[in-house]
């Protein structure tokens, strides 16, 4: 599968070719993980701390624009991550796994020395542990190269590549010589590598071509693209179709349809035709077995699937859809086909949603639309004493607690606060 690639420097998006030489810079950052993130992960890369390009407090020009992507997608983050302090805080702020390229070698060694930073690796491993870990083998002419590519050391990439895995739930391993030259990757080297190694790989550098991803996937190596789908020479609908194991599934993929609050809504089966067009008008397609054609859901009743994103499992032959739905998914009319309610369960974001709808289109007599800043607040104090001043049975706090948080959703609607973001910083406030 292919891992889409975000390179900033002095705060753009860019390309370089061989690490050095600009070849592209553009500023939509959250239009290109919008889009990229629909078909798989982001690796967004910070190449001014790569670079040491970095002020007293070790930010970057890129610094802002690098944390706020970091919850919009998937994302995996590296570019001169050299602490603990600093892969804690990225994990925190919303970065699946962290990316360690120079911290993680031992450049000055001396004969007898280990090839890795062990101390450094083993404090980290204890602090975010080795799933959230991926280390960059990248190398020049066969040795492992540093400092933004700028050096290279006396460790051969198979060397360390044996040695990184130790402490790495996968190896990103950028062909330097071929980074950004659109002529192909050196697929002898990724084959040795796969060869040694059993953890997760991902190439990069001068993948040029669906069909030379294809071939990486069937060495079992996912692809970390930048150059070829900027310049449009590879499309991400095409290859996550086309790296999917079509022969395993006989042609036909099961396809699980999930809300975009993780609610199973429903299964279906998709061939190739019908994923190009879930893609091409943005709503779940899937394939009748019993009728022999395609369909799309919600064609005839109205209840479409809108497609967010899709994800395919590790064996490649499941899909994970995220989707919008409009209406029940069940052909019964039941909003899932595993269960037998007419209505999407109850959730924060359920009430959120009706709240918005409410002061967006308010009804005669609708009591959330009267609500203003004011009042909203003088029912939360109220309600704030109720439940700890006067509720008495269980059932009393049910209740107090139910009107609390619909009074605290309308002031976050209010403040333009969602319950995502109260969730991302809880989840910040965990993996501090």
Not at 35 to 40: H, I, T
Not at 161 to 182: I, Q, W
Not at 335 to 359: G, H, N, P
Request: proline share 1%; hydrophobic share 40%; aromatic share 6%.
């Amino acid at each position: 599968m292919v891992i889409s690639s975000i390179d900033l420097k002095d705060g753009h998006v860019v390309q370089l070719k061989n690490g050095k030489d600009l070849v592209l810079s553009r500023d939509d950052s959250d239009a290109l993980i919008s889009d990229f993130n629909k078909f798989g992960e982001v690796a967004v890369i910070d190449l001014d701390a790569a670079l040491r390009n970095t002020d007293e407090k070790g930010n970057t020009p890129n610094t802002k624009l690098l944390k706020s992507l970091l919850r919009k997608g998937n994302v995996r983050v590296g570019g001169g991550i050299r602490d603990v302090k600093k892969a804690k805080e990225l994990i925190s702020l919303g970065a699946e796994k962290v990316i360690i390229g120079s911290a993680a070698w031992n450049a000055n060694r001396k004969d007898g020395d280990p090839i890795l930073n062990t101390e450094f690796l083993d404090e980290l491993v204890n602090a975010i542990g080795k799933q959230r870990i991926i280390i960059s083998v990248d190398a020049i002419n066969g040795k492992i190269a540093v400092k933004g590519w700028t050096e290279t050391v006396n460790i051969s990439l198979i060397e360390g590549a044996k040695e990184a895995e130790k402490y790495a739930s996968e190896l990103l391993f950028t062909c330097v010589e071929k980074e950004g030259c659109m002529q192909g990757t050196d697929m002898n080297l990724v084959k040795q590598l796969r060869e040694n190694v059993s953890c997760r790989v991902v190439a990069a550098g001068g993948v040029n071509s669906l069909e030379q991803i294809v071939e990486l996937e069937k060495l079992h190596c996912d692809v970390q693209l930048g150059m070829a789908l900027y310049k449009g020479e590879v499309k991400l609908n095409e290859a996550f179709v086309e790296c999917l194991d079509w022969e395993k599934v006989d042609g036909m993929i099961p396809v699980i349809a999930q809300s975009v609050n993780g609610e199973v809504l429903m299964m279906g089966y998709s061939n190739k035709e019908a994923l190009y067009k879930s893609f091409e008008t943005g709503n779940l397609t899937f394939f009748s077995r019993t009728r022999n054609t395609l369909w799309t859901k919600g064609e005839t009743s109205g209840h479409f699937l809108k497609l967010c994103k899709v994800r395919a499992d590790c064996d490649r032959d499941t899909i994970l859809a995220t989707v919008i739905p409009n209406g029940g998914a069940c052909h019964t009319g039941s909003w899932t086909c595993f269960t037998s309610e007419c209505d999407e369960k109850s959730s924060m974001e359920r009430l959120y949603a009706t709240i918005a709808e409410r002061f967006a289109n308010p009804r005669p007599g609708s009591y959330t639309a009267t609500l203003t800043d004011k009042r909203v607040r003088e029912k939360i104090m109220e309600e704030a004493e109720e439940f700890t001043d006067e509720a008495e049975t269980r059932e009393d706090y049910i209740w107090e607690a139910s009107d609390l948080l619909y009074f605290i959703s309308v002031l976050m609607y209010r403040q333009k606060i969602t319950w995502q973001d109260i969730y991302d910083e809880l989840d910040k406030r965990h993996k501090k």
